[in-house]
């Protein structure tokens, strides 16, 4: 039995020294011109790896040589900080931080090292940046937050009668606090009225919906990550119930919900990349670089809710507007 | 050897948490999953007095004080409304979800303009102090007959209301420390972190009872190792294990599974030692 456990003692002994000593992948000299990107993604869900393939498509794209590390947190807090300092130990020449947590995290563990984050929906209350404009530090980046007066313009456009919009928002999320807000901002001067109902956990959806579904018009679904997750049903009632409901981001739109004038979260993640070569390639500092909001913004709908809400295709606002696949 | 460090400093944060779990779940044999709720209220009330201009020192103390009054909320609910202690915890922790957002307002505060107290030295080094110094207070304080009472309420209940004490008082004093210890790991973690946020807790209760069961593993028969040593390796343990799982680059969808495994592991071998010790034992006695 002691011989057991100093087997033990000895092998958790070895793993720790094998991944002390295996000091920062050293770039060996032919690595030279390959940038190792460290990237760090928040949780798993369709927005986030979006944000993620677009950056990595987007520096393929622009030529840029890179080895990339990803690594993804589950949604565990401690881990961030882990894998924060893992990269930071490693030396990589930059770190890509996907959703707020991340990029706060990475913040924490380095002030050398360029944080470039996407999906965060208010840098600057985050404290990531100290303004859009003048970043001022090693962290700048893309948000992620939507053209709301078009998406919610998209309502009257489709139904000038529409009076009430539902909004589901997790309380746990800062990004979605601010949504809420900025729409109710924005309804009142659109003649429109925000019915909110927040909610702490996924299982809560199907309740706060039943609740809301009689007393609005359409639903607006804000780029919420619970949200995302349980899109499907939103969709799903809003039809059973015969509401229209528009998107903030388009990887709603394939799960159901019926359009929006609103960001990819890919082109979004490539918006990010060009700015990876400014750091990496051109040598710029990330508190040169303004941090950004989308720039490009796309109308697309599903056919299919379309056809389940019997609306009239010919309708004016599906002009530009593209099917989602 | 950074990302040991890394880790060490996570589990000592954390052996904080075991140590408060360990009054509840060990000494009292009370299932107090309240945790989830009170370590991020220790975050965020420790960001309330940080933001409106305490040092960091007495934000921290502060946030141990009225963690306890986490403590004080459970016990209320099962003894003076005869609700079971599991679910009193699950109670309180559904609370303190909606106080927390009510304390600044926000899901998520940000510190890095607020000063902590790691800036005035090594950080690692600050943590072993705290630790220490908890650890040694906690340990005198089992040592006091109000200690003494609290275990023996934790091994017999019947026998501490016998000798005409009240037990409830005694459960009532490990609550409170517990969930002040637990509310004190969340605020060092806040500050080291750099950021307080809602969801801070989750799964935080497997981070505590792994905590306890691998340091139970060490040296089962050894007397001398107290419980309170033990969950402060356990905890260290559990983090440098994440740590390794990290470090190893492996598939990060299996992250969290490989915690739990590892976790299994410990347990498994923590159940097998001890059988194969009774099984030793007894072949002497029939071999006689």
Redesign the interface.
């Given at each position: 039995?002691k011989k057991?456990?100093k087997v033990?003692l000895l092998g958790?002994v070895a793993?720790?020294l094998m991944?002390?000593?295996?000091?920062g992948k050293s770039v060996s000299a032919d690595d030279e011109n390959k940038f190792e990107i460290g990237i760090i993604?928040l949780a798993?869900h369709p927005a986030l790896d979006d944000a993620r393939r677009g950056f990595e498509d987007g520096l393929k794209e622009l030529g840029v040589d890179v080895e990339i590390?990803?690594?993804?947190?589950?949604?565990?807090?401690?881990?961030?900080?882990?894998?924060s300092?893992?990269f930071?130990?490693d030396e990589v020449d930059l770190i890509y931080a996907i959703a707020?947590?991340a990029a706060?995290?990475a913040?924490?563990a380095t002030s050398e090292i360029p944080v470039l984050f996407s999906a965060v929906t208010d840098p600057v209350?985050?404290?990531?940046v100290d303004s859009m404009e003048s970043p001022g530090g090693n962290v700048t980046g893309t948000s992620d937050l939507s053209p709301m007066d078009r998406q919610l313009q998209l309502f009257k456009d489709l139904d000038p009668n529409t009076k009430k919009i539902g909004i589901i928002f997790n309380?746990?999320?800062?990004n979605s606090?601010v949504q809420v807000e900025l729409a109710k901002k924005i309804a009142p001067g659109l003649g429109l009225e925000i019915v909110d109902v927040g909610i702490?956990n996924i299982n809560d959806i199907p309740q706060a919906l039943d609740s809301i579904v009689n007393k609005v018009d359409g639903i607006y679904t804000i780029t919420d990550n619970m949200v995302a997750s349980a899109i499907g049903l939103v969709s799903k009632k809003a039809i059973e119930n015969n509401l229209i409901t528009i998107a903030g981001e388009d990887s709603h739109v394939s799960s159901g919900i019926l359009m929006t004038d609103g960001i990819s979260y890919y082109e979004l993640g490539k918006q990010t990349a060009r700015m990876a070569k400014e750091i990496l390639v051109d040598g710029k500092s990330p508190s040169d670089i303004p941090s950004e909001k989308a720039i490009n913004t796309s109308k697309v709908f599903n056919e299919e809710t379309l056809n389940s809400l019997t609306i009239d295709i010919n309708n004016d606002v599906f002009k530009d507007a593209n099917k989602i696949d | 050897m950074k990302l040991l460090i890394t880790s060490l400093e996570q589990g000592l944060i954390f052996s904080i948490l075991a140590m408060g779990m360990l009054i509840t779940y060990k000494i009292l044999d009370v299932s107090d999953l309240s945790v989830e709720g009170t370590f991020p209220f220790g975050a965020f009330l420790f960001a309330r007095f940080i933001s409106i201009g305490v040092n960091p020192i007495l934000s921290t103390l502060l946030a141990f004080v009225f963690g306890t009054m986490a403590g004080l909320l459970t016990t209320t609910l099962f003894t003076k409304l005869k609700i079971r202690p599991l679910l009193a915890g699950i109670l309180t922790m559904t609370i303190l979800y909606s106080v927390n957002l009510k304390i600044n307002g926000k899901s998520n505060i940000p510190l890095f303009s607020y000063r902590s107290i790691y800036d005035s030295g090594s950080t690692l080094l600050i943590l072993l102090i705290i630790v220490l110094v908890v650890k040694i207070l906690l340990d005198l304080f089992l040592k006091t007959e109000t200690g003494y009472l609290l275990i023996a309420t934790g091994d017999n209940e019947a026998l501490v209301k016998s000798l005409g004490e009240n037990s409830t008082k005694y459960k009532l004093i490990g609550l409170m420390i517990a969930n002040g210890l637990v509310a004190l790991s969340g605020a060092l973690m806040a500050q080291y972190q750099g950021f307080v946020d809602i969801t801070m807790g989750a799964s935080i209760i497997v981070v505590a009872l792994a905590s306890i069961i691998i340091g139970d593993t060490i040296k089962k028969k050894s007397t001398w190792l107290k419980n309170t040593t033990r969950a402060i390796i356990g905890a260290i343990i559990y983090k440098i294990i994440g740590g390794i799982a990290i470090d190893l680059g492996l598939n990060p969808n299996d992250l969290r599974a490989i915690n739990a495994i590892i976790v299994i592991v410990f347990i498994a071998y923590n159940n097998a030692a001890s059988n194969l010790f009774r099984f030793k034992g007894k072949g002497g006695v029939q071999n006689a």
């Open positions: 039995m057991f456990s033990i958790l793993a720790v991944t002390g000593c295996s000091v993604q798993e590390s990803y690594q993804n947190a589950q949604g565990d807090l401690p881990a961030t900080k882990t894998i300092d893992k930071v130990k707020t947590n706060q995290s913040k924490q209350s985050a404290e990531l309380t746990s999320e800062p606090q702490s | -």
